[in-house]
């Protein structure tokens, strides 16, 4: 009895200081509110809008655009960027023919690393078409020394991998700005960097890539589209989208076929239901619901009529 007591005393102890603890530390929170910062003011949580023809359940590749993504790919994040899950062959999805797969993998700025079979030292050859893109540093530390001790991501799943996917890589490639006077003023310790550049799209505010995309015609389109920062940004993120996921097609595809015999199944299933219950309920109805009580009445009756007649 007394251990009992004791029990619900040293119980009610606990949560007696827990309680006072936390009404002291909400206390402080409102009367003393957090500083916002800079990140959090300043960053767009938003990406910008971007409409590509694979959005949606019945999205399907706008293959030109893609053809112009991969150029701007290939002219200009090549230098920085690896496309390490995704092979030359894979472009045959894009509507490049054989040859043409051939031409680019061999006309590659980088060579693959390879071993030589007789010396045993390392060398570099030419692309082929089974390859995967090379990447353009031979390792981590090598992509870091080339860029300000900041580490150029592989850009195969990049898609996936960002809240927004190609809303986001759009946003970020279009969104290099001047950094805003009030931002210094309000947060002088959050200034940009030198060798950082402000992009209030980029989580933290400040990215180690300079802005890849530049000025009208970088890149000279092979369809002849005019090659403005905007195009060409949304066409490399059309492309990125593709490289991440070049099965989409199929799936959009599985997913409407598989909706479709769900939707047949089920109309199937309900007229199989009425069937087969439509004999039990026909008997139901004659003979009023299965309740012991009623069934008693109605045989009962069933029997008066009887004599009656
Ligand atoms: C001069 C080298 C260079 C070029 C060219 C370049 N990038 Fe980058 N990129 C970087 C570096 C360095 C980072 C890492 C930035 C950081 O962590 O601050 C980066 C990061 C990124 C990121 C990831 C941002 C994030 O949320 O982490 C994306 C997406 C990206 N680049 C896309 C591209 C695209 C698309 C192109 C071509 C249009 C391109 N980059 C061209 C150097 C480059």
């Known amino acids: ?13 606990f949560v007696g200081v827990l309680l006072i603890s936390l009404f002291i530390n909400l206390g402080d929170y409102f009367s003393n509110p957090p500083e916002p910062t800079a990140e959090e003011v300043f960053a767009h949580h938003e990406p910008k809008e971007l409409h590509l023809a694979s959005d949606g359940p019945f999205g399907r590749f706008d293959r030109q655009q893609l053809q112009r993504g991969f150029q701007v790919y290939k002219e200009v994040c090549a230098a920085c960027h690896g496309l390490n899950l995704v092979a030359f062959r894979n472009l045959a ?3 490049y023919s054989e040859a043409e797969v051939k031409a680019i993998a061999d006309q590659w700025q980088i060579e693959v690393p390879s071993i030589n079979d007789e010396t045993g030292e390392t060398a570099t050859r030419k692309a082929i078409p089974s390859d995967r893109f090379p990447d353009p540093y031979a390792n981590e530390t090598a ?3 080339a860029n300000n ?4 991501p592989d850009l195969s799943l990049i898609a996936k991998a960002r809240s927004g996917g190609a809303a986001y890589t759009y946003s970020l490639l279009t969104g290099y700005e001047q950094q805003p006077a009030e931002l210094v003023r309000r947060f002088p310790t959050a200034k940009t960097p030198a060798n950082l550049h402000y ?3 980029f989580a933290n505010l400040n990215i180690a890539m300079p802005p890849p995309l530049t000025g009208e015609g970088q890149v000279t ?3 002849g ?11 490399v993120s059309a492309f990125l989208v593709w490289a991440a996921e070049p099965t989409l097609e199929r799936r959009h595809a599985a997913g409407v076929a598989v909706v479709l015999f769900l939707l047949i199944a089920t109309v199937l299933g309900y007229f199989a239901y ?3 219950w439509a004999e039990a309920k026909r008997k139901v109805r004659v003979t009023g619901p299965l309740d012991p009580v009623n069934q008693a009445k109605s045989n009962q009756a069933k029997r008066d009529e009887g004599i009656a007649g």
């Open 225 to 235: 589209t005019r090659g403005s920062v905007d195009q060409m940004a949304k066409d």
């Open 274 to 276: 009425r069937n087969i």
């Open 149 to 152: 001790n900041a580490l150029p």
């Open 199 to 201: 992009n209030p799209y």
């Open 143 to 145: 992509a870091r020394a």
């Open 93 to 95: 999805d894009l509507g």
């Open 221 to 223: 389109y092979a369809d």
């Open 1 to 13: 009895m007394l251990l009992r007591f004791m029990g619900y005393v040293v119980g009610f102890g």
